[in-house]
């Protein structure tokens, strides 16, 4: 069973910076899709950004383009996600996935879920 778990969330404000990173329990993680999630308080999870087993391909969503940073490293068996210049509309638990399969695309279905870090960008 692939456990993930998150860390690095907080409170920033608004045009700063965070890390976030996702550990997995175990060494096949290497080899599935990644991606990260998030959940804003009355609102339904969305996705943010996924990335591919070698991270080759990356996939974001339109509001977050050019401001988030998805990586992965495969010896550490992490996935990561730079988030800058953030904004309040940020504000959300944002979850760790994984799929069990080299690649992503749009709408693929998730096996795994990390419990998630909480993100707060206040204004």
């Known amino acids: 069973q692939v456990q993930l778990v998150e860390s690095g969330g907080g409170l920033v404000q608004a045009g700063g910076s965070l890390r976030l990173s996702c550990a997995a329990s175990?060494?096949?993680?290497?080899?599935?899709?990644k991606a990260w999630f998030r959940q804003a308080p009355g609102k339904e999870r969305e996705f943010v950004a996924a990335i591919n087993w070698s991270g080759s391909s990356t996939y974001y969503a339109d509001s977050i383009k050019g401001r988030f940073t998805i990586s992965r490293d495969n010896a550490k068996n992490t996935v990561n996600l730079q988030m800058n210049s953030l904004k309040p509309e940020d504000t959300a638990v944002y979850y760790c996935?994984?799929?069990?399969?080299?690649?992503?695309?749009?709408?693929?279905?998730?096996?795994?879920w990390g419990q998630g870090t909480q993100v707060t960008v206040s204004s």
């Open positions: 175990v060494g096949t993680f290497s080899s599935y899709a």
């Open positions: 996935a994984a799929r069990a399969s080299s690649t992503w695309y749009t709408g693929a279905p998730v096996g795994y």
